[in-house]
RNA sequence: GGAGCUGUAGCUCAGUUGGUUAGAGCGCCUGCCUGUCACGUAGGAGGUCGCGGGUUCGAGCCCCGUCAGCUCCGCCA
């Protein structure tokens, strides 16, 4: 016999009169003594369900069941009277009055509510995860997140994307983050790693001819957890296109968004197509390669305005590679003085600037630290070129290029707290223009700055005749609301340009073949032009459930040590494991 | 590796300048209750104040150390 006919979320008024069986958790107990009244809980949502003594036995057997126990009932649909109809669930016209009774499982006193959203310790929820996931808002995350990769399906399927799996054992590669390695029995002393992201995978495919391929894919990285970042895995929708440009990528990339946003949530799109900002211009107006555009200031440029000025702090910093910042804050002018304050010891504390001057235009009078020090020349410029008026306040900073944008950037973002934003605008925006190489002050030497497989803007052209570090990369990041989702890049496919940019990075050819020779022989044997991109699955679905820890948004996580607080991984193995690995501990005092 | 915050009943928390027997709500147990929907109501059980040391006549509270969780920095091609 089956175990239930209907789901409890659905009864309706419609089905009054008919007998049904349900099945599902006790959500709630209401014991009149005389009278019990049950929330049962399903999958689907919640019905309540009346017991009277006239079921005799039904009755006395339910009487000491405690909520969460598992119960399927028999019972008849009935309508509930006027003044006792519940209009805050779906299934409040109606009730079910229970005639028969199976206890299936009988629950012991719950660690913490299921029913209340009380906030509970991290432990004891990653603990009992399994109860956890039953609380409305985790429960109904994970549905989102199936129902988000369903759709990315159906799209990327639609568009003649193939889903191809890749290996999960695959070779250590000491770019990027640490590796997590699995020894291997058979080749005693050698180890696998678990990928990174499909990377390399992903473009043998492409010279393998599969014209599109995406995976909802697993990726390892053995790197310290943030509140955005789980550690040890987590998801990307993997992706990649042959014969595609740019702008070829980003047109599939924001139907894709479009379709999740139209079908998945009541959110909007600020923009489509999303605008595109270039990496220097990003770093300029928001001091960030991820900026909020929904916070409304933009960072600007007084380097200009203070060469030769006799306020040495600002003058020194007009030299090339460094500059003057300035953010200027509408209204903001006639704040308590804490306002002020405050900003700037989060200036001293959390960034490192030795202060944070600025400049309070109020009505008939200027306030500032810095004002009696710039000439009239100065302020008569600053109030043209920031357009200022009375009630305005404009925040400096000075130094090298990049310090000062990101700290400017991080100022920003701490005023955009004080604006109101609109939760349910999708801010999303291209960062484009990457550039290919960096100049690493540690080691003294230009690095990749981001994948060494990017296609340099200008081709080898661009390799032989132009200073490294102002080459841009067919290089680009996704970003909304503040999140970098993705970084993507159109591929070097040349041979020839891949050793010359690896040259420039300072690897010898023999060094380049040694580690990458599987992709350069592939890209020696028709090698089409492709490239691709991989959003994180997980922080997606943060972004569209407004969910601000990773944790929410996965099933089964690790909390911040990269420890499984419900099965206790990792763990000790046995002795003879490690023999059959060829493993010897030598583990730290 | 470093910094910050937190740790008191099963859960969420309060606990005064260091002072008698450490409290509340929820949950749990035993009753009463036929229209509740966070049901109501009476009673009861339940504490290594994270752990260790110190100061003190006396420590949940002060000091030192340590453990755990979270957040951040480093790290994340």
Redesign the pocket.
């Known amino acids: 016999m089956a175990y239930r006919t209907h789901f409890c979320g659905a009864l309706r008024k419609e089905d009054i009169s008919t007998t049904v069986q349900l099945a599902g958790w006790i959500h ?1 107990k ?6 019990i ?1 049950i ?1 049962l809980r399903d999958h689907t949502g919640i019905c ?1 369900l ?1 017991f ?2 006239q079921h005799t036995d039904v009755f006395e057997r339910i009487e ?1 069941v ?2 969460e126990s598992v119960i399927c009932i028999t019972g008849a649909v009935i309508p ?1 009277s006027e ?4 209009h ?1 669930i779906p299934t ?1 016209e109606i ?1 079910v009055d229970v005639h028969a009774l199976s206890i299936e499982n009988l629950a012991e ?5 299921i029913a ?1 959203e ?7 929820r990653l603990k009992y995860r399994f109860l956890d996931l039953r609380r409305e808002r985790l429960h109904s995350n994970i549905i989102y997140r199936s129902k988000v990769i369903a759709e990315i399906r159906k799209y990327l399927s639609a568009l003649g994307f193939n889903e191809i799996q890749t290996p999960i054992l695959t070779n250590s ?1 000491p ?4 590796d997590y390695l699995v020894p291997s029995r058979l080749h005693p002393g050698k180890f696998y790693a678990l990928p ?2 499909p ?1 390399q995978f992903k473009q043998l495919l492409m010279v393998a001819g599969f014209d599109k391929y995406f995976q909802i894919a697993p990726c390892f ?1 053995d ?7 789980s550690p040890g895995e987590f998801y990307q929708l993997d992706m990649e296109m042959s014969f595609i440009t740019q702008d070829d990528l980003f047109v599939v990339l924001e139907g894709l968004f479009d379709q999740l946003t139209k079908t998945l949530s009541k959110k909007r799109i600020w923009q489509l197509p999303f605008p595109r900002i270039a990496y220097r211009d990003a770093m300029n107006r928001y001091g960030s390669d991820k900026p909020d555009l929904r916070i409304p200031l933009e960072i600007q440029d007084v380097t200009a305005i203070f060469e030769n000025s006799g306020f040495k702090v600002f003058a020194q910093n007009t030299a090339k590679g460094r500059c003057v910042k300035a953010l200027v804050l509408k209204g903001k002018a006639n704040e308590p003085r804490l306002f002020y304050d405050k900003a700037e010891d989060y200036a001293k504390t959390e960034l490192g600037l030795p202060g944070l001057a600025y400049i309070r235009y109020r009505d008939g009078e200027v306030q500032s630290p810095i004002y009696k020090f710039l000439s009239d020349a100065e302020k008569a410029k600053l109030i043209e070129a920031l357009n200022v008026q009375t009630g305005d306040v404009v925040f400096f900073a000075a130094g090298a290029w990049e310090k000062t944008c990101k700290a400017m950037g991080t100022i920003r973002n701490y005023f955009g707290k004080t604006y109101p934003i609109d939760k349910d605008l999708l801010a999303y925006c291209w960062i484009v223009d990457f550039p290919m190489f960096e100049y690493n002050e540690e080691s003294k030497k230009i ?2 700055s ?3 497989f990017s296609m340099p803007q200008g081709g080898m052209d661009a390799l032989l005749t132009k200073d490294p570090l102002e080459i841009s990369a067919f290089q680009y990041d996704i970003v909304c609301n503040g999140i970098e989702l993705s970084s993507g890049a159109i591929r070097n496919h040349k041979p020839d340009i891949m050793y010359k940019a690896f040259e420039i990075a300072g690897y010898t050819k023999e060094e380049t073949d040694a580690r990458f020779g599987h992709m350069i022989r592939a890209f020696q044997h028709g090698a089409p032009p492709h490239g691709g991109i991989a959003p994180g699955i997980d922080r997606i679905v943060m972004l569209y459930r407004d969910e601000h ?1 990773i944790r929410e948004v996965i099933a089964f996580p690790m ?3 990269a ?1 499984d607080l419900m099965t206790g991984a990792p763990s000790d193995v046995h002795e003879k494991q490690l023999r059959e690995l060829h493993i010897k501990l030598d583990l730290p005092k």
């Open positions: 709630r209401r014991d009149h003594g005389g009278l009244f929330d309540q009346v009277k003594p000491h405690r909520v509930r003044d006792t109809i519940n805050e409040g009730e006193p719950m660690p913490f509510p209340d009380t906030q509970t310790s991290e432990d004891l590669s770019e990027g983050a640490r990174q992201a990377q990285r790197e310290d957890a943030r509140a955005d970042r690095d990749f981001h994948n060494p820890n909390n911040q040590k420890q």
